[in-house]
């Protein structure tokens, strides 16, 4: 019987995180990855079209590390509400 309620309870955690995935689409983009990865691939992105147009390589390397830093908070703030989130739901359903 209590295996029974904390498997239902599992599966309304999990059906939960499904439809929070689909409601905020930016979160989907590096969930499974640490907020460096996202940072990384955002500053190489940005910074290589600006190293096809010609900018010198002191523009260039300051660009994709503010790039970085602005992917890799993105990232966390994604996170960091999606933790919140969770945890109020789990606190409404008592899970």
């Given at each position: 019987m209590n295996n029974k309620k904390i498997e239902e309870k599992l599966n309304k955690l999990e059906k939960?995180?499904?439809?929070y995935r689909l409601d905020h689409p930016v979160y989907n983009l590096n969930h499974n990855g640490h907020s460096s990865v996202a940072g990384a691939v955002v500053g190489f992105i940005s910074a290589f079209p600006a190293g096809l147009f010609g900018y010198?390589?002191?523009?260039?390397?300051?660009?994709?590390?503010i790039c970085f830093v602005i992917g890799y908070a993105v990232d966390w703030f994604c996170k960091r509400e999606w933790s919140k989130a969770r945890d109020e739901y789990k606190k409404l359903e008592d899970l």
């Open positions: 939960w995180e499904k439809q010198g390589t002191t523009f260039v390397t300051r660009f994709a590390l």
